[in-house]
């Protein structure tokens, strides 16, 4: 049995987050050129978050992370988010991955405040030996017109908590946590500690709708404390992912 291991491919790796609409095709290729080796002995869930996609449209319309929202702004959010999805996907298939979109609002809803997961997709999906792929987007409220907007890191949490892979990666477009103290990647963390570091990071670096580093740490250190080690870093660099699962190189680790 292969083990599984959940993947977020952040915005900011996979997209240049200062101009609208701009996937990285060349991070995009290597990090698929990866996989397809990686998934020889590994089963994957690909999140991706959503960069100059899905945060500018939020940002356009000064959106807010939950509420209410014109019909045709979550619309618009919907259609920049699954183009970024249809560009990855046509990379990875191009690579001979068999990539599986499942559509984020299709398989979270909120009722109130509790954020379901319809899991069977992505269940049956693993099963028929596919590579299932969600991403941040607008989820829809049970209320009429409400609406949230889900960071992939968030759906990380979700899937760990239930599927309890054997790694969550987070790729971004830096090596890891850096302090900013030393300007050095802190190497490991445990994820009691977590909550320090976020404050010390929170001054250095400007958030965004979905919470930016902090927020990510906070998801990040959810999963380690469900005893799945977390491992934070660049897979903007040629073998990136690759290294990352093989332990290779600079990265952050939480446990
Ligand atoms: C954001 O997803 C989704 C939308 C803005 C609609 P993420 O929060 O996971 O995106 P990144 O990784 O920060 O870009």
């Known amino acids: 049995m292969k083990s ?10 996979i997209t240049n987050k200062h101009i609208p609409f701009f996937a990285k095709k060349d991070v995009l290729k290597n990090v698929a050129r990866d996989i397809s080796i990686l998934m020889e002995q590994y089963k994957f869930i690909i999140v991706h978050g959503g960069g100059s ?15 209410y929202a014109n019909p045709l702004v979550i ?37 109130g405040k509790k954020l379901k997961m319809h899991l069977r997709p992505i269940e049956y999906a693993l099963n028929s030996n596919l590579m299932p792929m969600l991403s941040g987007n607008i989820v829809l ?16 949490k979700l899937l760990a908590k239930i599927l309890k892979p054997k790694l969550a990666i987070f790729g971004l477009n830096v090596d ?11 190497r490991q963390i445990k994820w009691q500690e977590t909550l320090k570091f976020t404050n010390l990071i929170m001054k250095t670096q400007a958030p965004d709708i979905t919470g930016g580093m902090k927020f990510k740490l906070l998801q990040a250190a959810k999963i380690a ?31």
């Open 4 to 13: 599984l291991i959940i993947t977020k491919l952040g915005g900011s790796a």
């Open 53 to 67: 996609y899905g945060h500018f449209i939020v940002k356009k319309n000064k959106l807010k992370k939950k509420g």
């Open 75 to 111: 619309s618009e959010i919907n259609q920049a988010m699954l183009t970024l999805s249809n560009i990855i996907s046509a990379t990875f298939l191009e690579k001979g991955i068999p990539l599986f979109t499942l559509h984020t609002p299709s398989i979270l809803s909120l009722e």
């Open 141 to 156: 409220d049970k209320e009429k017109n409400r609406y949230a907007i889900i960071s992939g890191d968030v759906i990380m």
């Open 176 to 186: 890891g946590l850096i302090d900013p103290k030393s300007g050095k990647v802190i």
């Open 225 to 255: 404390q469900l005893g799945i080690e977390v491992r934070i870093g660049n897979i903007t660099k040629e073998r990136g992912l690759y290294n990352l699962v093989a332990g290779k190189g600079i990265f952050t680790k939480i446990t």
